[in-house]
């Protein structure tokens, strides 16, 4: 008995040791986002994008302090290896020809692999529209997890779905990595994740406080702790696979899926976390209870019930 009430104990400090951590993680994200501000890349911003290769291999610095000889403006390099760069530029880059200049060097052998220009005004429009898919996803949710469980558990996966968007965003503002479309859809990617994650511990709360017909015969402490041992397993399962995936892009598919790869990556981390201290232990601080899962019965059928 000793032993029960100790691992029950032990499960609940965790939950609540969890949640304490997620709101500073919170803390330090809106932190990084309100002193540091986002680096929106040039699906946002407009800009030129010049994709280059080099006979010999060279690194990101020496390509970069080689360019600044050609290249008077400010300029954002990327290596994707080292014979394969990206070269971006503002849209209020002047027109020196730098490139012409970098090819006519017989050292690089360079070659232009490709070169495109993107308007100011249809980053705005791509950045508008990101904005808005990202709405109409969160309040699909909510429509969503509002007609499924009670108000207590909804909120939960509501506030662990909301978690996991600002920390992402908020270490992309730390790192001061670039912010573009991939990153914007891959927000979308975790809160498809994240709500799946949640749904299925909360699922379980709910189907365990609904066999618990008599009222309150095991504490929703209790519940809460056997609904994320039975559902822990399948969690570490498939978020194991995920990362594994993800990893695998990040590692491989070069610097283009890099950011994309990057915010699964902590999606999926700090979704795995939230679903545990956030989806579940937040509704229980709310004042989840058996009677907000308990079928109501009219006089006649209860009157049954009681009987002898």
Request: charged content about 15%; proline content about 2%.
């Amino acid at each position: 008995m000793k032993k029960t009430y100790s691992k029950i104990k032990t499960g609940t400090v965790l939950r609540l040791s969890g949640l304490v951590f997620s709101i500073l993680l919170i803390i330090f994200s809106v932190t990084g986002i309100a002193t540091k501000g986002l680096n929106f890349g040039l699906d946002f911003t407009g800009g030129y994008l010049t994709e280059f290769t080099t006979s010999i291999a060279m690194s990101e610095a020496q390509m970069a302090q080689k360019l600044s000889h050609y290249h008077p403006d400010e300029f954002t390099l990327s290596a994707q290896s080292n014979q394969h760069f990206q070269l971006r530029e503002s849209a209020q880059a002047s027109n020196t020809p730098w490139l012409e200049s970098l090819t006519q060097d017989d050292t690089l052998g360079v070659q232009v692999v490709s070169s495109s220009y993107l308007g100011s005004q249809v980053g705005d429009e791509l950045f508008d529209e990101g904005l808005l898919a990202l709405f109409c996803a969160m309040v699909a949710v909510m429509i969503y997890l509002a007609l499924r469980f009670e108000w207590r558990l909804a909120l939960g996966a509501v506030v662990a779905l909301m978690h996991d968007v600002i920390v992402v965003v908020g270490i992309f503002a730390w790192l001061q990595l670039d912010f573009n479309l991939t990153v914007l859809a891959s927000l979308l990617a975790i809160i498809g994740y994240s709500l799946n994650d949640s749904i299925i511990v909360a699922d379980r709360v709910r189907e365990l406080l609904r066999l618990d017909t008599k009222m309150q015969k095991t504490s929703v402490n209790t519940v809460i702790n056997e609904s994320i041992k039975s559902t822990l397993t399948r969690t570490l399962i498939t978020s194991g696979t995920t990362l594994a995936t993800v990893a695998s892009v990040w590692l491989l598919a070069g610097a283009p899926l890099e950011g994309f790869a990057i915010a699964l990556f902590t999606g999926i981390l700090v979704g795995t976390l939230s679903s545990i201290c956030i989806a579940v232990t937040l509704p229980q601080l709310l004042g989840l209870t058996h009677e907000n899962y308990q079928t109501k019965l009219d006089e006649k059928s209860q009157t049954l019930l009681d009987m002898p």
